[in-house]
C-alpha cells in the first residue's frame, strides 16, 4: 500500500516507515495478537505525528529519509488528497457497491484503485458467493504498475472464487499489450468489439484471428453495433437503447447540457451547489444564505451558538462527527482557522493527540488541547491523561471555555478562548 501511496521508497526510508507503522498501531492498542484487531486503527494522521519528531534529528540518516517520507505524506493528510485520512463510512455490506472514482485527482487514482482491488480481492477469498465486479475504463489501471499486478491476480483467481470479472475500456491497444491484458484475453470467455481506430486494427486482427469479413464489420461497425466474441462463435450484433437507458448512459456534451437545462431541481439548489463547499462541517451562518441553511441541514447539519475568539456569541451551522462536544468542536474550527492566518502547517486531530498542532517559523511543534466539556470533573480528568502527551511537544497550552479552569495550571500554561488570538501571534513574531 506504501508503495502506492509514496513511490518507491529507500532501505533507509522503509525501515523508518515500518518502525513508526509499528508504533502507531501499538499506540492504538493494535498488536499481532488478533484478539485486539476489532478495535480502531489509525489513520494516515497518526502515523504522520510519529514520523514528525524525528524530522528535527541532528543526524542525516534520520532526518532526510524521515522528511522525504512527511513530504510524501503530507498531501493525505493536510492536502488536497486529505480525505484518505480518515476511516471510512462506506457500508461495504451492502449488496450493490458502486465506487465512483471518477472525481478523485489523477495523483491519488492509483492509491484509491490499489485499495478498491484490495478490498475487492479480499472479499473474494472469504466467500464463494456469486458476485459480478464491474471495472469501468479498464485501462487506467492495466496499463499501470502495481495496480495492474492486482488486476492481473484477480484475473488469474476470480473463477476459482465464483467472481464474475468485467473489464470495459475504449484502448483495447493497453489490453493486447500488457501483460494484465494478456491476461484478460487468455481468462475472458466472452469478447465484445466494437468499432475500432484504422491505427490499431491490425494488432487486434492479428490478436483476435479476425478474417476479413469480421476485421471489415469491426472497421466499419456503427453506434451500437459489435462484433460479439463467445466461445468459438462469432456474432455481429445490434445494441438499441431504450430512451430512457439512453438518457442515464450518454455522455455525449450535447445531449448532456439539455439534460441539465430540464426542470428536475429547483433552480435555486443548483446555485447553492456552487457557492459553497457542502463537504466542510463548519459554516458562520452569517455567510449563509437562507437557501443554503437548508441544504446543509438536509444533510445532517445543524445550528449552534456559540462564543467565538473575540467573545462574541454567533450561530454556526455544524455537522459534529466527532466524539466531542458541539461546543468542543466549534473551538476547535476557530482556533483551526487563527492559525491559519499565519501557517499552512496546522493540523486538526480527533484521536487521543493534542486538538489542533501546528508549527512555528522555527520548526517548533506547538499542541493546543481545547477543554470545553460542561462537568469540572471531567476536565480535570482531561487535562490530567492529556499532560503526558502534551510534554512531547516543544511547547504546549490548554484552551478552556469554564473560568473556574484558569487556576489550575499544574497542569500546564491554561488560556481562555479570547486570549487565544494573541497567543497564537505571538509565536509568530
Known amino acids: ?14 525501515a523508518i516507515l515500518d518502525d513508526c507503522i509499528d508504533s502507531t498501531y501499538e499506540d492504538a492498542g493494535i498488536t499481532r495478537d ?25 543526524k542525516d540518516i534520520i532526518y532526510k529519509p524521515a522528511m522525504s517520507i512527511i513530504t510524501r505524506l503530507k498531501p493525505f493528510v493536510t492536502g488536497g488528497l486529505r480525505f484518505l485520512n480518515q476511516h471510512t463510512k462506506i457500508d461495504l455490506d451492502n449488496r450493490f457497491i458502486s465506487f465512483d472514482i471518477r472525481d478523485i485527482p489523477d495523483v491519488g487514482k492509483g492509491t484509491i484503485m490499489f485499495l478498491l482491488l484490495e478490498y475487492i480481492y479480499n472479499r473474494m477469498k472469504k466467500s464463494r458467493k456469486r458476485r459480478i465486479c464491474v471495472v ?39 489490453v493486447i499489450t500488457s501483460r494484465a491484458g494478456r491476461a484478460v484475453m487468455a481468462n475472458t470467455a466472452t469478447k465484445l468489439l466494437l468499432k475500432q481506430d484504422t491505427t490499431v486494427i491490425d494488432n487486434i486482427i492479428d490478436r483476435f484471428h ?16 459489435a462484433l460479439l466474441i463467445a466461445e468459438n462463435s462469432r456474432i455481429p450484433i445490434y445494441i438499441q437503447a431504450s430512451p430512457e437507458e439512453h ?3 450518454t455522455t455525449k456534451p450535447g445531449e448532456l447540457t439539455e439534460l441539465v437545462r430540464e426542470p428536475t431541481a429547483p433552480e435555486v439548489e443548483k446555485e447553492v451547489k456552487l457557492k459553497f463547499d457542502i463537504s466542510k462541517p463548519f ?31 454567533e450561530m454556526f451551522m455544524i ?23 499565519y501557517t499552512d502547517r496546522v493540523l486538526v486531530h480527533y484521536t487521543t493527540l493534542p486538538d ?3 508549527e512555528t517559523p522555527n520548526g517548533e511543534i506547538i499542541a493546543i488541547e481545547i477543554i470545553a466539556d460542561p462537568d469540572i470533573g471531567t476536565c480535570l480528568d482531561k487535562m490530567e491523561k492529556k499532560k503526558e502527551i502534551l510534554k512531547r511537544y516543544n511547547s504546549y497550552f490548554f484552551v478552556v471555555a469554564n473560568q473556574e479552569l484558569k487556576k489550575h495550571e499544574e497542569f500546564g500554561e491554561v488560556v481562555m478562548r479570547t486570549n487565544v488570538p494573541t497567543k497564537i501571534r505571538n509565536f509568530f513574531g
Request: aromatic share 10%.
Open 1 to 14: 500500500f506504501f508503495r502506492v501511496l509514496m513511490g518507491e521508497l529507500t532501505e533507509t526510508q522503509r
Open 34 to 58: 488478533p484478539r485486539t484487531w476489532a478495535k480502531k486503527p489509525p489513520i494516515l494522521e497518526d502515523l504522520y505525528d510519529h514520523v514528525l519528531p524525528l524530522t528535527r534529528s541532528d
Open 136 to 174: 469501468d475504463e479498464a485501462w487506467t489501471v492495466l496499463s499501470a504498475g502495481t495496480e495492474g499486478e492486482y488486476i492481473f491476480r484477480l484475473i488469474k483467481t476470480c473463477r476459482k472464487f465464483n467472481l464474475s470479472l468485467i473489464l470495459l475500456t475504449q484502448d483495447v491497444e493497453d
Open 210 to 225: 479476425l478474417n476479413e469479413a469480421e476485421a471489415e464489420f469491426v472497421r466499419r461497425a456503427g453506434v451500437g453495433s
Open 247 to 249: 438518457r442515464i448512459i
Open 283 to 313: 459554516h458562520r451562518e452569517a455567510q449563509l444564505t437562507y437557501e443554503e441553511m437548508q441544504t446543509l441541514i438536509k444533510v445532517g447539519f445543524h445550528e449552534f451558538k456559540a462564543e467565538t475568539l473575540e467573545g462574541v456569541h
Open 319 to 341: 455537522k459534529n462527527e466527532t466524539n466531542e462536544t458541539d461546543e468542543h468542536f466549534v473551538l476547535q474550527q476557530l482556533i483551526r482557522d487563527e492559525v491559519k492566518k
Open 356 to 358: 489542533i498542532t501546528f
